[in-house]
């Protein structure tokens, strides 16, 4: 098998690994808008602007190639958000549009950022390139210039990493920094002050005053000092409330509330100049970062299990932002995730242990966290002890059947010096209530640790018919099959869950379990061999057995739909595909998993090797379908899978006929050591960086909706009725009228017969005078009665005076059709005239013309007296300007 992986390092430069979710959201602070609307956080090497109000991500920003450590609001332009990363660039963004502006390059990755209000220059934490091994920064300040590089000048030497243990002055004029026992205080006006703490304890944080000269510090006993300078020398003041110690220090804009957080997971509102205190206990993890909005309305609290919570000043939650919970106090014996993790088949959702004593079910199609699922119930304390935490109650095995309605869970806990606990629970997915309610409790089902939990595949048309069944496997040397009977009575009608059958082999370990895909086969390993049993009997089919293997047997998976007859078993060194239909070895291969999964859509299969290798292959043939090193996204070996699952797509897929068309039905997600959700995409499919060119591009091409529809059909419609419509004049007296307020607008009677006399062509007479109201109004009048005349009287030659109103009529018969086309330019000679006669089948209405070929017609747009127009207008706003 390792032989033919050879190629696939041509089809390798194609694919990456991205990080779908698990980024910590916490591990930078969280800052405000300007107007306290939106909060930007910082997850891995993007950016998410969420809304305060409806707590939806609005923008991410993307364009930095390492895990961005700072965020600031510029501080000659509000509008517009600085970030720094550890890829030595500081990036502009325009958070309004989401999109990148322009960057700045520097020498060395950036720790941190802070800006000063009204100041061009910001400062950064720059790692020092010399001394790698105490790994501390310089402060510096950057100009942020349009050029593509800014030349730095250094402020402060030897700062720590965590730009928590720096701080600056309001308006710059001092900066603070504390480095483990010792806080020192450099004022730009050359006084510098250097203290040790008091009792042998370690600074954690500090924050200066946003007003006046003094600064606020917290150590690692809980005690937090404020300090003044007083006669050249430094005053302090203590106040102590935490137990433990103090994490993370937040002073409100106007400098009137100071807010400190820690392990006790609790924010607690210092009021300064009356001692009093405010508390907002049980936030369900310790507080890592306090940030507080421009107008002290907010504040968010960073927490340990990646979780941002935004309460008001009163301390009523406003919005909770989730993401992939992180493990923060679980025993390290059983793993970050020891429930391992699958996908829901009702909501397409990944499920894995979140709080302790929860499973969290997340959404990877709209990467956010649906809900958090209780399944202990218990009531999360403290410890005393940061080293030593306490001893929790944590979900190690859970299971769904096949479409979603059952989840089965095992609770353990274990503190080494009592007797240990364990339940068994059956939770029915409610439609009515939309959320599990637990049917079963099974107190002690082994008398030992539980290996696997199991349910039984119904989705096959094969498997109509059969029951409900899971099968759970301990140590204790027992697999026991569980079936869901009736426990109804005269009062109500209700299912559980009750134990049906209890087989073991030889006082052997039950270990790894499955079932086949139609359900008739149940596999169980004890130690080195595999034994297959019929479950509705629970009587022994077979046993496979290498004998050239005797290692423990450490996963075992059953085929699906082409390769329903085959079943895959590995040990520490080798992996193995059974024929069941010979019970022979088809092939094997030398290789360590550590984790395996398989497709339910297809026959694929995918494992992770200890070296960091996965392997998707079909049991089939010992040809890889696809092979890869699974690295970051810094191009660094990603640290230990710990758990995988195929997850189907909630759209059409894109990798059809492409390096990845082994995901053309689910897509293959795993999660590491470091709590990091990856999955296998394309290079091509990659985000890029969006710009301002990229903002227009989209809005163009943006889809119909039904609004947009009706708007586009307006303006077709218009657009085709051009020709046909008489262009609005554009004097004077038209720009105030469509420009002025309704309330102040002229009547409408007083308006309508100028403003419609505008919009028509007047003619001139023979003489070229030009013609008044009253001749037009004559003209109007004549047009009606000289249409009947010229289709009734032939002998019009003979008549001089008929002849001369015909005239009329024609040329005002040119000026209406004039109209009707939205003919700027209206009949200028006589050959136009002749050109409208001759359109007439009528052979004496062209002798009429030849008659009149020295009556010229002449346009002129606009006639109507601008001052006739204004006056009116005038008139009625009279009173309004009295």
Wanted: net charge negative.
């Amino acid at each position: 098998m390792a032989a033919s992986m050879e190629h696939m390092d041509s089809e390798r430069e194609q694919v990456h690994f991205p990080l779908r979710s698990g980024a910590s959201i916490v591990k930078v602070r969280p800052i405000f808008s300007h107007d306290s609307k939106l909060l930007f956080v910082c997850s891995g090497s993007v950016i998410k602007v969420f809304s305060v109000q409806s707590r939806e991500c609005i923008h991410e920003l993307r364009g930095h190639q390492g895990d961005i450590t700072g965020l600031a609001i510029h501080p000659k332009n509000k509008l517009q958000l600085l970030s720094c990363s550890l890829d030595q660039t500081i990036i502009i963004w325009d958070y309004t549009d989401g999109v990148f502006i322009r960057d700045i390059h520097q020498s060395a990755p950036l720790h941190g950022m802070y800006t000063v209000e009204g100041k061009k220059d910001i400062f950064v934490l720059i790692q020092n390139q010399k001394n790698h091994k105490n790994k501390s920064c310089t402060l510096c300040t950057v100009s942020l210039s349009k050029s593509s590089t800014s030349n730095s000048e250094t402020v402060l030497n030897h700062c720590m990493l965590d730009t928590k243990k720096t701080t600056i002055g309001p308006k710059g004029a001092y900066v603070a920094s504390v480095h483990g026992k010792k806080l020192v205080w450099n004022f730009y006006e050359g006084e510098y002050y250097e203290h040790k703490s008091y009792d042998d304890t370690e600074f954690t944080c500090v924050v200066s005053h946003p007003v006046e000269n003094c600064i606020t510090t917290g150590c690692s006993d809980g005690k937090i000092y404020t300090w003044y300078i007083q006669d050249d020398r430094l005053i302090s003041k203590v106040d102590h409330w935490h137990a433990m110690a103090v994490k993370d220090l937040c002073i409100t804009t106007e400098g009137s509330h100071l807010l400190s957080g820690g392990y006790e997971c609790t924010l607690v509102k210092w009021h300064p100049y009356s001692g009093e205190k405010d508390f907002l206990p049980r936030l369900g993890a310790p507080i890592n970062y306090i940030s507080c909005s421009q107008d002290n309305l907010y504040y968010a609290l960073c927490l340990d299990d990646n979780v941002i919570q935004l309460v008001t000043c009163t301390f009523a939650i406003q919005n909770v932002y989730q993401g992939l919970t992180r493990v923060i106090q679980r025993d390290t014996s059983t793993g970050s995730f020891p429930a391992g993790m699958t996908c829901d088949p009702r909501s397409k959702a990944l499920v894995l242990n979140g709080k302790p004593g929860h499973i969290q079910f997340y959404s990877v199609h709209e990467d956010k966290q649906l809900y958090n699922l209780d399944i202990v119930s218990q009531n999360i304390v403290s410890s005393h002890n940061v080293d030593n935490p306490l001893t929790l109650t944590d979900v190690v095995q859970m299971a769904f059947n096949s479409n979603g309605n059952w989840l089965a869970t095992l609770e353990y806990w274990n503190d080494g010096v009592m007797s240990p606990e364990m339940r068994l629970k059956f939770w029915s997915f409610s439609y009515k209530e939309q959320c599990f309610i637990l049917n079963t409790i099974v107190e002690e089902p082994h008398n030992d640790t539980v290996n696997t939990l199991k349910f039984r595949p119904l989705h096959s048309q094969s498997s109509a018919g059969m029951e409900n069944m899971a099968v759970t496997s301990g140590n204790d040397g027992k697999f026991k099959i569980w079936n869901l009977v009736d426990d109804s009575d005269i009062y109500r009608s209700n299912e559980k869950w009750a134990c049906e059958s209890v087989g073991f082999y030889r006082n052997l370990p039950a270990g790894q379990t499955d079932f086949s895909e139609d359900g008739s086969l149940l596999a169980v390993t004890f130690d080195s061999t595999i034994t297959l049993w019929n479950p509705e009997t629970n009587l022994l089919q077979q046993t496979l057995f290498n004998a050239l293997n005797l290692d423990p047997v450490r996963f075992i998976q059953f085929g699906l739909k082409d390769c329903c007859h085959y079943l895959v078993s590995t040990t520490d060194n080798v992996l193995t595909v059974w024929n069941l239909i010979s019970c022979c070895i088809q092939w094997s291969a030398d290789v360590n998993i550590v984790c395996i999964t398989k497709d339910p859509c297809t026959d694929i299969m995918a494992a992770f090797t200890q070296s960091k290798e996965l392997i998707v292959f079909k049991p089939s043939s010992p040809t890889p379908v696809f092979s890869a090193t699974v690295f970051s996204a810094n191009s660094v070996k990603t640290t230990q899978v710990l758990s995988a699952t195929f997850v189907p797509h909630h759209k059409k897929s894109l990798y059809e006929k492409t390096t990845l068309s082994w995901q053309s039905k689910s897509e293959l997600y795993f999660i590491n050591k470091d709590q990091e959700l990856l999955s296998v995409a394309l290079m091509k499919d990659s985000k890029s960086v969006r710009t301002k060119e990229d903002v227009a591009h989209l809005e163009r091409n943006l889809p119909q909706s039904a609004l947009s529809l009706l708007i586009s059909s307006k303006l077709k419609s218009t657009q085709k009725n051009k020709e046909n419509v008489t262009l609005q004049p554009t004097g004077k007296f038209t720009r105030e009228l469509l420009s002025s307020a309704a309330h102040v607008q002229p009547s409408v009677i007083s308006l309508c017969k100028p403003f419609i006399q505008s919009l028509m062509i007047p003619v001139n007479g023979r003489s070229g005078d030009k013609t008044d109201d009253d001749d037009s109004d004559e003209e109007d009048e004549s047009v009606g009665t000289l249409t009947q005349t010229v289709s009734q009287d032939s002998g019009l030659d003979s008549d001089m005076e008929t002849d001369e109103i015909v005239s009329q009529s024609i040329v005002s018969i040119n000026r209406h059709s004039q109209i009707a086309s939205d003919s700027e330019d209206a009949v200028r000679s006589k050959p136009n005239v002749r050109k409208t006669v001759e359109s007439k089948s009528d052979k004496e209405m062209k002798k009429v013309c030849e008659k009149f070929e020295g009556i010229q017609v002449k346009a002129v747009k606009d006639t109507v007296s601008e001052q006739m127009l204004g006056n009116i207008f005038a008139s009625d706003l009279s009173w309004f300007k009295s």
